[in-house]
Every structure is written in C-alpha cells, then in structure tokens.
C-alpha cells in the first residue's frame, strides 16, 4: 500500500511539474491577442457590471469572472467610427480630419496609410494579424469614372458610381492587417457587400431595405451572400474558424473582431426570438453572448487560452434606437446609473463594460477602478512585444500591462482622460473631476445642442463623479479655480497634440483650414 502510494504522489508530482513547466512556458511566449469590440453595447447591458441586468450573459459574464473587469473605461467618442479611429491609432478621434459625427459606407479612408496602429506594430513584432467586421473607418471604392466619391445627397440610385468589380483600395490591409474581411459602414448603412482583402466577395445584384422599429436598414445595394440577420454569426464563425487556423501555427496572432451589434439593425434569429423577455434588443444580446462563449470555447479547444489576451468592450452606450425606454420600464438600464446615452459627452455616451481575461498574466475574479481609455491599447501591445512608441505613434494611449497584475498598486496611471461627443463637444476627466466644455448633451439626450432650453445654463459643466456618478448637480460656480486648471490641461493636450509624455506633434486639419 505504501509502494502504491508512493507511486501516486511521484505520478502527481510529474504531472504538477509539467502543469508549472507549460504555465511558464506560456509565459514566455508573446500572447495571441483577441478583441471583440461590440456596437452599440450599453456598461449596464453585462451581469458582471450591473446585477440588475435583465438580460442574461453567462458567458460574458464568464469571461469577467475568469479576467479582470475595468469599471471606470471609457471610448473616446460617444460614437463609432471615432472611437474605432481611436481604438487602432492610440490617438484621440478629434486629432484627425473628423472633428464630430460618423463616416457613411461609401466614405474615403479616414486613416492614412503612413499612420501607425495597433495592428501594424503587433505585425512588425511578429504577428499575424486579422480584421472581422464592422470597419466603419472610410476605404477607397473603385469608381466607374476614375472620381473620389462624395457623400453629398446620396440616394440608393447613386451607388452605381461605384465600381464593385474592381479593387477596393486604402483597406486594413494597408494598415497592417495581413487579413482582413468586413463591410465598409455600420449594418445599417449601404452599400451591403463584404469585402475580403480588398475585394468585393460578390457584385450586389438587388436593392434592398428594411422599415422595421428596431431592424431597420436604409436603401442600398446588396450582394447575395450578404444577409443581414447573418452577418454577425457570419463574423464570429469567421473568427472562430481564424483562430483554429493560427493555433496550428507557432506565430502568434492579433484578431480584431468588431461585431457591427447590438447596434441597429436588431436582427435576433427566430431561436433566438423572445428569449430574453425584454425587447428585442435583449434577445439580441443573448445571441451575442452566446456566441462569445463560443469563441472562448475555440481557444480552450485549440489548447491556447492560456496564453490568449482576450479583451471585451464596447464602442460606446446604449444607443435610443434600441428602445432603451422600453426597457426601462421593464427595469433594465442599458447605460446603469450613468447619465444620457450614445452620441452624449455625458457618462452614459462613452462608459462602456472592459474585460480583460489572460490567464498566464491576469489574476481571475479582479477589478481595477483606474480610468482607462480604448485608445490604451497601442501602448498596451507595443509595451507587450518591446516595441518602443515613435512620438508621432500612440499620442494618447497609455499601456495596462502594469494593471493587468492585480497586486501591482499603482499611484497614478495617466494624468486626465478626454472624452468628445458626436457634435464635437469636449469633456476632461482627471481624477474624480469631469469638466464638459457644453451647455448639454453635446448629442442626443435633453438638453440637446441649439434646444431652447440650453439658453439659460452655464457654458460649462463640472462634477464630482465620486460624489455625484450621475451628473446631476453642476459645481463650476463653487469651483472655479478647478474649471481654470481642467480648461488649461485639456488646452494643453489640445495644443500639443498629445495627452502622453514626448515631442509635441500636429492635429490633423481638414484640407481648405
């Protein structure tokens, strides 16, 4: 018996040894990296940050309860495209040649191909990288009289300027993605075609529209494998297939997964339908979080979780045309206890849910309450693979490596935040001070911009967000002197056109300033 035991505590103590020896082996190894970036998703859509969500995320919330969770993260902007610019530069939006609202599907590249991103730098550190989904930044469509396109006045009949057979030209892959695989605009916006590498899978060959509350999409061309209520699960299937694909191969990879959802059109599949109990948006979301648990599975299958930085966020709230007050009244908070919703420079516009699961690196079941922003994560992968920011790379992104170690404290890790609404309105946020540079809103929720009743309010906001997370009781008047100093640091990072240490470097201007 003893013999026996013996034999079990030298076979135990073999397999432990291994465990340890692969763990730190992993450790070694540059991580894949995987972000999902949702559309549209609201900081009180996810269990893991609002207990009384009443749509159900399991898996979501699995991937928070196996990483760490950021409840103080921020976009950028309050809408897409910037935040996107924003995500991949490292850069503020308002520094390139879009200074508010969003680009359309038929819109020119908005980042020049000499610009570094976050796939660029992981590409030239040896990574394979990908782009699945929603791109929303402009690329350069073929046109049938050889003209850049313009955005002016476009109706469905017009995108017949455009030359579908031919290349598309200034895509991801000029940006540093090795693939690259998505459609130009949001789901709602024409033309509906993908485009793989820089062409289109298939010439759109019917016009198509949809009318619905919340599935609705505008008129435009269409190809005939382009299905609207299929082309998220498309994107993920896609991802999934990409990932079993590189575990094979020894080079690790960077896919950038940007889910064109929850973000209109609301397409839940009939399985799916009435699942939640809520609105369609819920089911919708059930979906999606099924789906992510998918793609958690296929790391866990192919034997790399381990070493896979995993990250899930958001582009900015909860957005209105989702039916945000309906689901209120059924007691769910899209954006939770924070002010106003997408498009806004208030909180409710750009807080959003941040996960961040690496098993070999990040402790599970932590949370940080540090303020983060998603241009963080192009310092983030060049301090990850050793490569060092030139000054003109990353002006506003700060790495998270340091807090990704739960038991690291960390005095202070960037000096102010700067958040941009869709009308271009400014706010700044150091520590628990956040000043808005507008009457309102700066988007879409009361007190909007030019409404009446904006006439008699202040000409700038100040609160306390520790004191007050929900906006509601305007400080300036008692706080001057912090106004004075929050106006001057956002000059500053204005003027220097930067938010992080080094060379002061130039804003972009629109050609004609």
């Known amino acids: 018996m003893k013999f026996l035991i013996n034999i079990l505590v030298v076979v135990f103590t073999f397999f432990g040894v291994i465990s340890s020896a692969e763990k730190a082996k992993a450790q070694a ?6 972000v999902i970036l949702a559309d549209d998703l609201g900081y009180g859509d996810i269990g893991a940050f609002n207990s009384d969500s009443k749509i159900p995320t399991p898996h979501i919330d699995q991937l928070a309860s196996e990483g760490m969770i950021f409840t103080d993260a921020h976009t950028p902007s309050a809408v897409c495209t ?48 990908a782009f699945i989904g929603k791109w929303h930044l402009g690329w350069d469509w073929a046109t049938t009289d050889g003209d850049p396109l313009t955005a002016d006045g476009w109706g469905p009949n017009d995108f017949d300027q455009i030359d579908f057979s031919s290349p598309v030209t200034h895509t991801p892959n000029d940006l540093g993605f090795d693939y690259a695989y998505g459609h130009a605009g949001s789901l709602d916006m024409a033309p509906y075609v993908y485009v793989e590498n820089g062409k289109v899978t298939a010439v759109p060959d019917t016009i198509t529209v949809n009318t619905g509350k919340y599935s609705w999409w505008r008129e435009g061309p269409t190809s005939p494998d382009f299905d609207h209520e299929k082309v998220t699960p498309n994107f993920f299937e896609k991802s999934i297939q990409y990932i079993e694909a590189q575990a094979k191969d020894e080079k690790p990879f960077f896919l950038y997964l940007a889910l064109p959802s929850p973000h209109t059109p609301i397409l839940p599949p009939a399985y799916w339908q009435g699942k939640s109990g809520l609105a369609p948006y819920g089911d919708f979301m059930m979906m999606i979080d099924d789906y992510v648990g998918k793609v958690n599975a296929a790391l866990e299958r192919a034997g790399i979780a381990e070493n896979t930085l995993v990250i899930f966020t958001s582009d900015n709230g909860g957005s209105p045309a989702a039916g945000l007050d309906v689901m209120q009244a059924a007691g769910h908070l899209s954006n939770y206890i924070y002010r106003g919703h997408k498009a806004d420079i208030f909180e409710g516009g750009h807080r959003v849910p941040f996960i961040a699961k690496w098993p070999a690196k990040i402790q599970k079941g932590t949370s940080r309450s540090e303020t983060i922003c998603l241009t963080d994560l192009m310092a983030t992968g060049a301090e990850l693979t050793g490569y060092e920011l030139k000054d003109n790379e990353g002006e506003d992104s700060y790495s998270l490596l340091k807090l990704f170690d739960a038991d690291h404290k960390v005095e202070s890790f960037r000096e102010a935040t700067v958040h941009h609404s869709i009308n271009g309105s400014f706010a700044i946020r150091e520590g628990d001070w956040k000043l808005i540079m507008a009457k309102g809103s700066g988007g879409w929720s009361f007190p909007k911009p030019n409404d009446p009743a904006e006439e008699d309010l202040p000409d700038v906001q100040l609160y306390n967000l520790s004191a007050d997370p929900g906006e509601t009781t305007n400080v300036h008047a008692e706080n001057a002197d912090k106004v004075a100093s929050l106006k001057a640091l956002l000059s500053k990072y204005i003027k ?14 629109i050609e004609g300033e």
């Open 82 to 129: 910037p935040t996107r610019y924003g995500f991949l530069t490292g850069r503020y939006n308002w520094r390139s040649t879009l200074k508010s609202g969003v680009l359309t599907g038929n819109s020119q590249a908005l980042i020049p191909d000499n610009r570094s991103t976050i796939a660029s730098v992981l590409k030239m550190q040896g990574y394979h990288t």
């Open 496 to 509: 220097e056109g930067r938010s992080t240490p080094g060379a002061p470097q130039s804003n972009d201007k």
């Open 29 to 34: 190894r540059l991580p894949n990296i995987v």
